[in-house]
Every structure is written in structure tokens, then in C-alpha cells.
């Protein structure tokens, strides 16, 4: 059915339990925040609606105040989101390779230290990082396109419907591939982060239909996951939620409820899903070489694909942050 044991990976996420409350503490304070600026919001646009001498003033300026904090809340983490990216989750993976492999980690809060630096050591800059998992994810989906098995069904049209479904589930599941390449990174020490993206991009493409069967599963099971617990939080999120003035507390108490489950989903599930793709792709990789004819393919395809071999081409290595001294 699948091609990773479970129980591994939940002994990967066990050992790194000090990125586990890291992530804990910046995902549910994200969503955390997320109430505040709808409450605040609301409570600003009730009170600027009684200056108008409509009598629905107040409950609109509420909910239009609310959406506002929402915006807000989500621009600022948009801008975030590299760093997100550099100290949270590369850092969490650099940890997770590490134990996949055997080697000796540190616990307690120096675990979180120790996976900083290793990111710092081959990622001098986060717009490096930044930018290789942005080019993945658009490559990824040139990918999908690019063997899309769906698209030879959809003349049916008894089986469009089922196909669509079929095909959100597995666009889906993409969703923690490219952190796999970033593993992929991490666990060859790249000189050049560029080139190894190119490179596990196309031993991704040539293994394809092995990495997307285990992808699925996972991404079922963490969505399903998810559901549970947006169920289970709706009623305590929505009488909070009912606090906030207007006529609009259900509509917020959905929207914050699945905030707060996306959060610790990407807390808690995510590292599980990950730890479970890194050993599919490590194991299924070993000894294989990128087949030149998947790398033409798509660098047909994908103009991204040609930035990226663009980028290897011409990446010049940094030298190192605190280079030794001559004797």
C-alpha cells in the first residue's frame, strides 16, 4: 500500500520534539493573531459604524473591519513566509536527515540551534532557499501536467466529476514534495543548491508514479486528520468567536476554526508526512542518476526548469562564513 513505516517516522518526530513546540508556539500564534486582528478589527469598524446614521452601519462596519484584520494578518505573513521557510522548516529538516541517517543530534533547545546553523552553513542567505523552493514548486507542477494520466479519461463524461476529485487529491499531495527536495539538499551537504535541485527535480520525474502512490495515501490521511479537528474546534473557536460584535460570529467562527486546524496540521502532521516521503525518495534514488531524457523533457516544458540549469550554470560558491586561519 505504502512504501514507508509509519512507525519510523514517528520516531523521527519524537526525537525532534524541540522543533515540534517550536512549531507549536509559530503556527497556533499565527492563527492566534488571526483572532486578535478580526477582533480588534470588528470591534473598531462596530464602533466607527455608529457615526453613520445608517442602523446597519455598525454591524456592517464590524464585519468589513474584521476582513480588514484578516488582510492585514495575512499580508504581514505573506512577507514572513521566507523566513518561515529558513528558520522553521529547513532547520526542522536538517534535524530529521540528520536522525534519518543515523547521526548523533543534540536535544533539548540546542536541537533547534544545532539545525540553524547547519541551514546557515549551506544556505548563507534565505533568498537562496527561498528562491530553489519557489522554482521546485513551479517545476512540480509542470511535472503533474506534464504526466498527467487523468487527462486521457476526461472525455467521459460519466467520470469528469470523479477525475476532477481525483486529480485535486494528488495536485494535493504535491504539497510536501518540494520539502522533500529540500532534503534531498541538505542530506548531499550541496555546494551548488541549484544544480542538486535540478537534479533531484529530475529523479523525482523518472520515479514518478512510485513517489505520487505514497503521496496520496499520506495526503488523505492528513486531510481527513485535519477535518477532525476543524470539527472538534469549531464549537470552542465559535464561542469565542461569538464575543466579536456583528451578525457575522458563524462565518468567522468557520474561517478561524480552519485556520487554527491548517496550523496544527502543519505543526504536528507536516513533520509526519515528511519524515514518511524522505525515506520513500532516499530509498528509491539510491545509486540512480538523473536521466538525461527527463531532463530534456522538461526543460522543453518548463521555463522555470531552464532558470533553474540557468542558475546552476552560473552559481558561483560562497565562501565560508568563518573561514580558518593560516598556520
Known amino acids: 500500500m505504502w512504501d514507508f513505516s509509519f512507525g519510523k517516522s514517528v520516531g523521527m518526530i519524537l526525537r525532534t ?14 492563527a492566534i493573531a488571526y483572532i486578535f486582528a478580526v477582533g480588534i478589527g470588528a470591534f473598531i469598524g ?4 455608529h457615526l453613520w446614521s445608517s442602523p446597519d452601519a455598525p454591524m456592517g462596519g464590524a464585519f468589513w473591519g474584521g476582513l480588514i484584520g484578516f488582510g492585514v494578518t495575512s499580508a504581514l505573513l505573506y512577507l514572513a513566509r521566507e523566513y518561515l521557510l529558513y528558520l522553521v522548516k529547513a532547520a526542522h529538516i536538517a534535524v530529521l536527515v540528520e536522525i534519518m541517517d543515523g547521526h548523533p543530534v543534540p536535544a533539548g533547545q540546542t536541537q533547534i540551534g544545532y539545525g540553524a546553523d547547519f541551514v546557515k552553513t549551506h544556505f548563507a542567505e534565505s533568498s537562496i532557499l527561498f528562491g530553489v523552493d519557489q522554482i521546485v514548486k513551479a517545476v512540480l507542477r509542470i511535472i503533474f501536467r506534464t504526466i498527467n494520466f487523468f ?4 472525455p467521459i463524461p460519466a467520470l469528469q466529476n470523479l477525475l476532477r476529485l481525483a486529480e485535486a487529491v494528488v495536485r494535493m499531495s504535491l504539497t510536501y514534495v518540494d520539502e522533500v527536495i529540500l532534503a534531498y539538499l541538505i542530506r548531499t551537504r550541496t555546494a551548488n543548491p541549484w544544480q ?4 533531484g527535480l529530475i529523479l523525482y520525474a523518472q520515479n514518478y508514479k512510485h513517489f505520487l ?5 499520506l495526503s488523505i490521511f492528513m486531510w481527513i486528520t485535519t477535518i477532525l479537528i476543524f470539527v472538534f474546534l469549531l464549537g470552542p473557536v465559535g464561542a469565542l468567536v461569538w464575543m466579536f460584535p456583528g451578525h457575522n460570529g458563524g462565518l468567522w467562527a468557520f474561517v478561524l476554526a480552519l485556520i487554527f486546524a491548517v496550523a496544527l ?3 504536528l502532521l507536516e513533520p509526519l508526512a515528511i519524515a514518511s516521503l524522505m525515506q520513500v525518495f532516499f530509498k528509491t534514488v539510491e545509486g540512480q542518476q538523473p536521466d538525461p531524457e527527463w531532463r530534456a523533457r522538461l526543460s522543453q516544458s518548463s521555463a522555470k526548469f531552464r532558470e533553474l540549469a540557468q542558475k546552476a550554470a ?9 573561514p580558518a586561519k593560516p598556520v
Open 151 to 154: 487527462a486521457m479519461f476526461l
Open 265 to 267: 496540521k502543519k505543526a
Open 196 to 199: 542538486t535541485a535540478e537534479d
Open 46 to 49: 462596530f464602533g466607527l459604524g
Open 17 to 30: 520534539l524541540p522543533f515540534i513546540v517550536l512549531r507549536l508556539v509559530v503556527y497556533v500564534g499565527i
Open 213 to 217: 502512490k505514497n503521496a496520496v495515501w
Open 314 to 322: 552560473g552559481w558561483m560558491p560562497r565562501p565560508p562564513q568563518n
